[in-house]
């Protein structure tokens, strides 16, 4: 009896703290549930609208007006046929499971095979020295020419021969999306992160491999920085506070006031299709284009506040174009295309894309990239980035180079294949059909001398000019 009235006085005594705890508990998950309704309701009638602002330009002829910047309840969304909003749950889903390792080696010195790691000529990048000594497994020279503006001296030693040189395009891939880029004497950066972390120094995925170069060693030197879009693993703000004023700024619609408020000004904000001339150089252009993204959580609540965008440098006989991160839309690439080719580069990214399902409207795989590289009119060279660096997907580390590599050789044995039909086929008579062989025999020369690589990180990649 004394037990039986011992339990009955230990439960009334606990159930003052039971209840309040279990109904808390309860409206806790009811207001949970509540607000999952609204954020999918929401959603739902965010799609409706953004596919009647489609429905609504289908009509219009030109791609600037078809594929222009589109803004429902203050935030951005994308024009695109091919977008699809990622669902929260999805989402969680996905990083709850991220735990396979994507196969990275916990030996340093296997990865830094897998992975190795250059110091870029910096000397010869900013065209410092006339004559500077190269190594090949430190460099790319890219020059089907014979009449090549690098030659051997009587001592073996490869020098700069500045009248041939012209201030070539150099391309030196620093890891993620951050490019350090030379066209006719401007020094470019993209997509500036030079964190261990994806985040900031602390948090987010590991940098698998360093940097090659810190920023302090190029600093001096560079003239302007393209941001495609805000996401920490695109823009550091370190990077930034380092930079200030001393380089323009240019960022899509919404991100000046980021800038702003850091007490930075040199900072031209732009729209997707909008062009301006540097002022430093105004013989050269900048060209915002667009991409199929989106941007945010840099707090809780910014998602798509500000756009995201790619970028075309036009230079006096050169163009080349940065991607940021995108899906692969082929009316949108050739749109693009269309209007700046030809490209001498084109930086693309090729990382980040499984599970496909979830990751192919935000990112571009390798087969997707060869496919964009096809429709932009077949750069000179094409360039895979946003790969081997911070591990945010599930694929393998290595999967796209990989990837790339074999999309590429399937891509070429196709192109080589219809040439051979081609030849094969009589020759026609009609006058029309004439200029239009010979359209096409133009751009098969192009096509034939185009490439898609990758390179090491630090690897400097030179590009001649195609005037000289």
């Not at 330009?57 to 977008?83: C, G, M």
Request: glycine share 4%; hydrophobic share 40%; charged share 20%.
């Amino acid at each position: 009896m004394h037990l039986l009235a011992y339990a009955v006085l230990f439960y009334r005594s606990k159930s003052v703290y039971i209840f309040p705890t279990i109904f808390t508990a309860i409206l806790f998950l009811v207001i949970l549930l509540y607000l999952c309704i609204q954020a999918s309701y929401g959603t739902r009638l965010l799609e409706s609208e953004r596919r009647k602002g489609i429905a609504s330009r289908s009509h219009l002829k030109r791609p600037e007006e078809r594929y222009a910047s589109l803004k429902i309840a203050h935030r951005f969304v994308n024009p695109f046929h091919e977008w699809r909003e990622v669902k929260w749950w999805e989402t969680a889903f996905f990083w709850m499971r991220r735990w396979k390792g994507n196969g990275i080696p916990k030996s340093q010195e296997e990865l830094s095979v897998a992975l190795p790691v250059m110091k870029p000529p910096l000397n010869l990048i900013f065209n410092k020295n006339n004559s500077y000594k190269l190594s090949q497994t430190m460099t790319k020279l890219y020059s089907k020419s014979k009449d090549t503006w690098v030659y051997l001296n009587k001592n073996g030693t490869e020098v700069i021969n500045p009248e041939k040189a012209k201030n070539p395009i150099t391309f030196t891939w620093l890891g993620q999306s951050t490019c350090l880029i030379t066209i006719e004497g401007l020094a470019i950066l993209t997509d500036p992160v030079f964190t261990r972390r994806s985040i900031n120094e602390y948090l987010g995925p590991k940098r698998l491999r360093p940097v090659p170069c810190v920023l302090e060693d190029i600093q001096e030197n560079l003239d302007i920085v393209l941001v495609s879009h805000n996401h920490f693993d695109h823009l550091d703000s370190k990077v930034v506070a380092k930079l200030g004023n001393s380089v323009a700024w240019y960022v899509p619609l919404g991100l000046k006031y980021w800038f702003v408020e850091r007490g930075i000004n040199n900072v031209l904000e732009m729209n997707w299709w909008e062009e301006t001339k540097i002022k430093l150089r105004p013989d050269i252009t900048v060209a915002c284009v667009p991409a199929m993204h989106w941007s945010g959580f840099r707090t809780p609540f910014d998602k798509n506040e500000t756009l995201w965008c790619s970028f075309v440098i036009k230079g006096q006989n050169e163009n080349i174009f940065f991607c940021g991160d995108t899906g692969y839309s082929s009316e949108l690439f050739k749109a693009i295309g269309s209007r700046y080719s030809p490209l001498s580069l084109a930086a693309m990214p090729i990382g980040s894309f499984e599970p496909e399902f979830l990751m192919k409207h935000l990112h571009m795989g390798p087969t997707e990239a060869v496919k964009a590289h096809c429709d932009l009119g077949h750069p000179k060279v094409s360039v895979g980035i946003h790969w081997g660096t911070f591990m945010m997907s599930e694929e393998h580390y290595m999967d796209p180079p990989r990837a790339l590599n074999q999309a590429w050789k399937d891509y070429v044995k196709s192109r080589q294949r219809i040439q051979r039909t081609q030849r094969i086929q009589p020759e026609l008579d009609s006058i029309d059909n004439c200029l239009s062989s010979s359209v096409r025999e133009s751009d098969s020369d192009r096509i034939l001398d185009s490439q898609f690589i990758t390179t090491a990180l630090g690897e400097t990649l030179w590009i001649k000019s195609g005037l000289e």
